[in-house]
């Protein structure tokens, strides 16, 4: 199959396919990719894919949608014609989270993610099928992939024959401002970091976070003991017009952040794990895979029951190694952990809802609004799943008297395949059997009794295990500050019961608090504080009074409503850290410790030119 994109009209977010596509005779079905790996859910653009046309031997040729398949495209005959040739649009729309389809694109940069820009026949396997891509670029852009290009002229690219599966694999990032950086580690695969921003200010990467970037390839490959590929580059794009996250390749990954993410302390904190999570991935995830998550095509559901294995174990080890790698202090670490333990304890939603449930509905769950988060629960087996490794960490450490932890499971899990195969799927039995093989422990009830069971209080039990607890202060750390700050929002959870934006929006609120008691309801917006008109700064001053006055009056505009809505309250300011236990072994410290030898650094380089 051959591709050509023309993204020369990207800053305007649209994209101009051609495609040649081989097909047999009689009618062909051609498919638009819906599941895509790592999204964990029907999440292909097909809104996106617009002024569609086919041709046979020079001539048009009709299609129609399949019935019951938004996806798929019959064409009832092809003229005796062993090729298709296809044209269509993509487009994107503006903005980020809640937009009918995430952007990617500004006028200054561009994310290629290759499945919404293709179609392929129905039927085919994606690792057999192979494509030669080609794309052009804005003129004076500059790229970045995990892709190899065959040729490259001022503004196209062609790029060395794939498999489908590959090409889906491998996103382009690529813009006008545009740096690159070395994180290879001594004697390892070559890894790369090229970033692309709406501005050049952006690009301006302090040097303590670059070595923290070349310590974190290092401290990979120390937990795990090998690379599961021959190069790695990390994809970043700093912009406030696409929405934050990252997504995983085996190769490489998209992370998305923030214009000013490398300037602002706080979210430089605050999005510390980012990296570090995906590039965790290539292990978990990539090359180790749930088998419910290994399919022949990208139009197969997947069984998404064992993401406490796939996200949950990759969150614990993108949170280990910003610590281990120097991206976060120790006592950052703590803190985060503090607010993962706090956060958990209190959503009511555990109530009702397993952590095994949030896994099995991820593919809708994650598409849910953000209002009654805490009581609908989100995709908590994120979060809560790095106090339930962090567990099993402690109990390995315990059980052999600190002989082996829960790095040697990794190793086991993750490390060394003799023929490096792309995908190695496991079942929940073969995660069991190899903690088992680390230490002999009743591994099937541990996690049945904090995956599949309801649990009030998953804190607990976690950090004791590791010598900690947690408790609430009237001062939030600088941790807790910073995820305020990055995320716009002031978290009252602890106190009121209440999140709230800084613009005043009522984003969730916490049933059994004084917010819920009060009737207030998401979505609403703060319009006054104690009779006072809104600011964060109004809003915290009065949680401060509150054991003074008893109370803390809102005035609400809901809808077209006005509303007072009063609040008894007198606890003050409760914000979450972690305390050490007396006469316990502190075994998260021990957790959180580099492995990989500090002399091996490199120091601060300048960026790679483009």
């Given at each position: 199959m051959?591709?050509?994109?023309?993204?020369?009209?990207?800053?305007?977010r649209?994209l101009?396919?051609r495609?040649?596509i081989?097909?047999?005779?009689?009618?062909?079905?051609?498919?638009?990719?819906?599941w895509?790996p790592?999204?964990?859910g029907?999440?292909?653009?097909?809104n996106d894919l617009?002024?569609?046309?086919?041709?046979?031997?020079?001539?048009?040729?009709?299609?129609?949608?399949?019935?019951?398949d938004?996806?798929?495209?019959?064409?009832?005959?092809?003229?005796?014609?062993?090729?298709?040739?296809v044209?269509?649009?993509?487009?994107?729309s503006v903005?980020?989270?809640?937009?009918?389809s995430?952007?990617?694109a500004?006028?200054?940069?561009?994310?290629?993610?290759?499945?919404?820009?293709?179609?392929?026949?129905?039927?085919?396997?994606?690792?057999?099928?192979?494509?030669?891509a080609?794309?052009?670029l804005p003129?004076?852009?500059?790229?970045?992939?995990?892709?190899?290009?065959?040729s490259?002229?001022?503004?196209?690219?062609?790029?060395a024959?794939?498999?489908?599966?590959?090409?889906?694999?491998?996103?382009v990032?690529?813009?006008a401002?545009?740096?690159?950086?070395?994180l290879?580690?001594?004697g390892?695969?070559?890894?790369?970091?090229?970033?692309?921003?709406?501005?050049?200010r952006?690009?301006a990467?302090?040097?303590?976070?670059?070595?923290?970037?070349?310590?974190?390839?290092?401290?990979?490959?120390?937990?795990?003991?090998?690379?599961p590929?021959?190069?790695?580059?990390f994809?970043l794009?700093l912009?406030?017009?696409l929405?934050f996250?990252?997504?995983?390749?085996?190769?490489?990954?998209?992370?998305?952040?923030?214009?000013?993410?490398?300037?602002?302390?706080?979210?430089r904190?605050?999005r510390?794990?980012?990296?570090?999570h995906e590039?965790?991935?290539?292990?978990?995830?990539?090359?180790?895979?749930?088998?419910?998550?290994?399919?022949?095509?990208?139009?197969?559901a997947?069984?998404?029951?064992?993401?406490?294995?796939?996200?949950?174990?990759?969150?614990?080890?993108?949170e280990?190694?910003?610590?281990?790698?120097?991206?976060?202090?120790?006592?950052q670490?703590?803190?985060?952990?503090?607010?993962?333990?706090?956060g958990?304890?209190?959503q009511?939603?555990?109530t009702?809802?397993?952590?095994?449930?949030?896994?099995?509905?991820?593919?809708?769950l994650g598409?849910?609004?953000?209002?009654?988060?805490?009581?609908?629960?989100?995709?908590?087996y994120?979060?809560?799943?790095?106090?339930?490794?962090?567990?099993?960490?402690?109990?390995?450490?315990?059980?052999?008297?600190?002989?082996r932890?829960?790095?040697?499971?990794?190793?086991?899990?993750?490390?060394?395949?003799?023929?490096?195969v792309?995908?190695?799927p496991?079942?929940?039995n073969?995660?069991?059997?190899?903690?088992?093989?680390?230490?002999p422990l009743?591994?099937?009830?541990f996690?049945?009794?904090?995956?599949?069971?309801i649990?009030?209080q998953?804190?607990r039990?976690?950090l004791?295990?590791?010598?900690?607890r947690?408790?609430?202060?009237?001062?939030?750390t600088?941790?807790?500050?910073?995820?305020?700050?990055a995320?716009?929002?002031?978290?009252?959870?602890?106190?009121?019961?209440?999140v709230?934006?800084?613009?005043?929006?009522?984003?969730?609120?916490v049933?059994?608090?004084?917010?819920?008691?009060?009737?207030?309801p998401?979505?609403?917006?703060?319009?006054?504080?104690?009779?006072?008109?809104?600011?964060?700064?109004?809003?915290?001053?009065?949680?401060?009074?509150?054991?003074?006055?008893?109370?803390?009056?809102?005035?609400?505009?809901?809808?077209e409503f006005?509303?007072?809505?009063?609040?008894?309250?007198?606890?003050?300011p409760?914000?979450?850290?972690?305390?050490?236990?007396?006469?316990?072994?502190?075994?998260?410290?021990?957790?959180?410790?580099?492995r990989?030898?500090?002399?091996?650094a490199?120091?601060?380089?300048?960026?790679?030119?483009?």
């Open positions: 051959h591709i050509e994109v023309d993204a020369s009209d990207a800053p305007q649209i101009h396919v495609q040649t081989p097909v047999g005779p009689g009618p062909v079905t051609l498919v638009f990719p819906k895509l790592g999204e964990h029907p999440t292909g653009p097909i617009v002024n569609l046309h086919m041709r046979a031997r020079g001539k048009p040729v009709a299609w129609q949608r399949a019935p019951r938004a996806y798929a495209f019959v064409v009832p005959s092809t003229e005796g014609a062993d090729a298709l040739d044209s269509f649009d993509a487009v994107t903005g980020g989270r809640g937009a009918p995430p952007a990617s500004t006028p200054e940069l561009l994310v290629l993610k290759w499945n919404a820009v293709l179609l392929y026949e129905s039927g085919v396997a994606v690792s057999e099928a192979r494509v030669e080609s794309l052009r003129p004076g852009w500059s790229w970045g992939s995990a892709l190899i290009a065959r490259e002229s001022p503004t196209r690219l062609r790029f024959p794939v498999s489908l599966e590959t090409l889906i694999d491998s996103p990032v690529a813009g401002e545009t740096t690159r950086f070395d290879s580690p001594p390892g695969p070559p890894h790369k970091l090229f970033a692309a921003a709406d501005s050049a952006a690009l990467l302090p040097p303590e976070t670059l070595a923290g970037y070349r310590a974190l390839v290092r401290e990979a490959g120390a937990l795990f003991g090998t690379y590929y021959e190069s790695y580059t994809l794009t912009s406030d017009h929405p996250g990252g997504l995983e390749h085996h190769a490489s990954s998209d992370n998305r952040v923030a214009e000013d993410t490398w300037l602002d302390p706080h979210k904190l605050f510390s794990a980012l990296l570090p590039l965790v991935h290539s292990w978990n995830g990539k090359y180790r895979r749930p088998q419910g998550l290994v399919v022949r095509d990208y139009q197969q997947h069984d998404t029951r064992l993401l406490w294995v796939y996200e949950g174990l990759t969150s614990y080890w993108g280990v190694l910003a610590a281990r790698a120097g991206l976060r202090t120790r006592e670490a703590q803190e985060f952990l503090a607010m993962t333990a706090a958990m304890d209190a009511t939603g555990r009702w809802r397993s952590l095994a449930d949030t896994a099995a509905t991820a593919p809708h598409q849910a609004v953000k209002h009654w988060r805490n009581l609908r629960r989100g995709l908590d994120y979060p809560e799943m790095v106090l339930v490794w962090l567990e099993a960490d402690g109990l390995v450490r315990q059980a052999t008297q600190g002989a932890t829960l790095d040697d499971f990794c190793r086991r899990f993750a490390g060394p395949s003799g023929d490096r792309r995908v190695s496991y079942e929940r073969d995660v069991l059997e190899l903690l088992r093989e680390v230490a009743d591994w099937d009830a996690f049945t009794s904090r995956i599949e069971a649990v009030a998953p804190s039990t976690a004791g295990n590791v010598g900690w947690l408790v609430f202060t009237r001062e939030p600088e941790t807790f500050r910073a995820l305020e700050a995320s716009r929002e002031l978290n009252l959870t602890y106190s009121l019961g209440l709230v934006s800084h613009e005043g929006e009522v984003v969730d609120v049933p059994g608090t004084a917010a819920a008691r009060a009737r207030v998401p979505g609403a917006r703060v319009v006054a504080v104690n009779g006072r008109k809104f600011s964060r700064e109004r809003l915290l001053a009065a949680v401060e009074d509150s054991p003074r006055r008893r109370k803390v009056e809102l005035l609400l505009e809901n809808q006005f509303e007072a809505h009063e609040l008894v309250y007198a606890g003050g409760r914000y979450p850290r972690l305390e050490r236990l007396e006469h316990a072994p502190d075994l998260l410290g021990s957790i959180l410790t580099a990989a030898p500090s002399s091996q490199k120091p601060p380089t300048p960026p790679i030119g483009d």
